[in-house]
């Protein structure tokens, strides 16, 4: 029987306290108790946890609102079934799914017994080779179809498609620890057959465009091991740090979806599509409040329209929250070139200056939707122009050779909706 409350800690003390009540009732619920030393550290009203979870002993939160946060943590579907099935735990407890899974979240909080500290310098023994990487891979897929128990995961990452998390060290790669950072995240390509196949080709090449834009720190490329094609992705919120065990500093993060409160177990929610929440105005204000500008919310946002990547929702938007207190939009991650197949959606996942429809959003959209967040126009106009300028210079200057599972009709499908786009800023 697993513990109905479990202890977190965030950059090296304990933050708070997580109480499970109701459980195996329909709609469990969660209560949060902040430490008192860590308020006295970060302060009363101190986001460092969340946008949404403010420091305040004096008022908790609703546990409906502490619910909806560690459930932007925990993957979706299936795989958040069986991977509690697999700890022998009620999908719902979301309590009972950290006790299993809390040592290696996204962003950098750690959940342990009450009690207890984190275990550092806790390092996995399991090194793995192309073989031993494809049975973990084939065991995603299985997860997310349904089939469940095959191997045991021990890093909870949110969405849908079939990942693992591994640590890549000394050359070789390594199977994670409980308590151990991973380093990477390995996606399952889409079937040979399927007319998605190449996504994750069109996401490693976007991401090398974003790198060159400055806009991510990711790095990405296609492997296969064995039989199992997958992109590779090193995690932005792990960082080297040689006076850290294990050599590695966690960077703590949430997606726009826990900031804003918007529960995700309906899969739709990530997407604004007409609705007043998420929206990127909500996002960019959730920037202002914390201290933050939100210019590379609008450059993100120029990048995902100019790639055609529908995929832009709240849960691929994410915000940095630094030891020090600080808020950054951080790097660009999940992000793909989708139009130039000709059943892809021309819906894009968040409205811009009101409109959805991607073949009739135009940079002046763009930057009216920056001036409604308050962004002087000029300030606007230039950071959506030299967003869009800087990605036509590395669209002629990547190394197409390098992704060659991208299709001709993929890199002239951006070429020319960047022009388009850029030739409608003033």
Same mark, same amino acid.
């Given at each position: 029987?697993?513990t109905?409350?479990?202890?977190a800690?965030?950059?090296?003390?304990?933050?708070?306290r997580?109480?499970?009540?109701?459980?195996?009732?329909a709609?469990?619920?969660?209560?949060?108790?902040?430490?008192?030393?860590a308020?006295v550290?970060?302060?009363?009203?101190a986001?460092?946890?969340s946008?949404?979870l403010?420091?305040d002993?004096?008022?908790?939160?609703?546990?409906?609102?502490?619910?909806?946060?560690?459930?932007?943590?925990?993957?979706?579907g299936r795989?958040?079934?069986?991977m509690?099935?697999?700890?022998?735990?009620?999908?719902?407890?979301v309590?009972?799914?950290f006790?299993?899974?809390?040592g290696?979240?996204?962003?950098a909080?750690?959940?342990v017994?009450?009690?207890?500290a984190?275990?550092?310098?806790?390092?996995?023994?399991?090194?793995?080779?192309g073989?031993?990487?494809?049975t973990?891979?084939?065991?995603?897929?299985?997860?997310?179809?349904?089939q469940g128990?095959?191997?045991?995961?021990t890093?909870?990452?949110p969405?849908?498609?079939?990942?693992i998390?591994?640590?890549?060290a000394?050359?070789?790669?390594?199977r994670?620890?409980?308590?151990?950072?991973?380093?990477?995240?390995?996606k399952?390509?889409?079937?040979?057959g399927?007319p998605?196949?190449?996504?994750?080709?069109t996401?490693?090449?976007?991401?090398d465009?974003?790198?060159?834009?400055?806009?991510?720190?990711?790095?990405?490329?296609?492997e296969?091991?064995?039989?199992?094609?997958?992109?590779v992705v090193?995690?932005?919120d792990?960082?080297?740090?040689?006076?850290?065990?294990?050599?590695?500093?966690?960077?703590?993060?949430?997606d726009?979806?826990?900031?804003l409160?918007?529960?995700?177990?309906?899969?739709?929610?990530?997407?604004?599509?007409?609705?007043?929440l998420?929206?990127?105005?909500?996002i960019a204000?959730?920037?202002?409040?914390?201290?933050a500008?939100?210019?590379r919310?609008?450059?993100?946002t120029?990048?995902?329209?100019?790639?055609?990547?529908?995929?832009?929702?709240?849960k691929?938007?994410?915000?940095?929250?630094r030891?020090d207190?600080?808020?950054?939009?951080?790097?660009?991650?999940?992000v793909? $070139?989708?139009?130039?197949?000709?059943?892809?959606s021309?819906?894009?996942? $968040?409205d811009?200056a009101?409109e959805?429809?991607?073949?009739?959003?135009?940079?002046e959209?763009?930057v009216?939707?920056?001036?409604?967040w308050?962004?002087?126009?000029r300030r606007?106009?230039?950071?959506?122009?030299?967003?869009l300028?800087?990605?036509?210079t590395?669209?002629?200057?990547?190394d197409?050779?390098?992704?060659p599972?991208?299709?001709?009709?993929?890199?002239r499908t951006?070429?020319?909706h960047?022009d388009?786009?850029?030739?409608s800023?003033?």
């Open positions: 029987m697993l109905p409350e479990l202890d800690w965030l950059y090296g003390s304990r933050v708070a997580f109480t499970a009540r109701d459980v195996g009732r709609a469990p619920r969660v209560e949060l108790t902040w430490d008192p030393d308020v550290r970060w302060g009363y009203g986001r460092v946890l946008h949404l403010p420091m002993p004096d008022d908790p939160p609703p546990p409906a609102r502490v619910t909806a946060w560690l459930d932007g943590l925990m993957p979706e795989v958040r079934d069986h509690a099935m697999d700890a022998g735990v009620d999908p719902e407890d309590v009972g799914f006790s299993a899974y809390g290696d979240t996204v962003g909080l750690e959940f017994p009450v009690g207890a984190p275990r550092s310098g806790t390092v996995s023994d399991q090194p793995l080779d073989a031993g990487i494809a973990l891979l084939r065991a995603s897929v299985a997860r997310a179809g349904g128990r095959t191997q045991r995961l890093s909870s990452l969405g849908m498609e079939p990942k998390g591994l640590v890549h000394d050359g070789g790669w390594w994670a620890s409980p308590e151990q950072p991973t380093t990477h995240i390995l399952v390509a889409r079937a040979a399927s998605t196949a190449d996504l994750v080709d996401e490693a090449a976007s991401l465009l974003a790198r060159r834009i400055g806009l991510t720190t990711v790095d990405a490329r296609v296969t091991f064995g039989d199992m094609r997958c992109i090193s995690r932005y792990r960082v080297p740090d040689d006076g850290v065990p294990g050599g590695l500093r966690r960077i703590h993060q949430e726009s979806a826990q900031a409160g918007i529960n995700t177990r309906d899969p739709e929610r990530k997407f604004q599509h007409g609705r007043a998420p929206s990127l105005a909500r204000q959730v920037l202002r409040d914390d201290g500008r939100p210019d919310l609008l450059a993100l120029a990048l995902n329209l100019a790639l055609g990547n529908t995929d832009a929702h709240a691929n938007i994410s915000l940095l929250r030891e207190g600080t808020v950054a939009l951080a790097p660009a991650y999940d793909s $070139m989708h139009l130039h197949h000709s059943h892809a021309r819906v894009f996942a $968040m811009v009101g959805r429809d991607m073949d009739s959003i135009t940079g959209h763009l009216a939707e920056g001036v409604s308050g962004l002087p126009r606007a106009e230039r950071v959506v122009a030299r967003t300028d800087d990605l036509r590395a669209l002629d200057e990547i197409r050779g390098r992704h599972g991208v299709p001709a009709e993929a890199w951006v070429v020319d960047t388009v786009l850029r030739t800023v003033g």
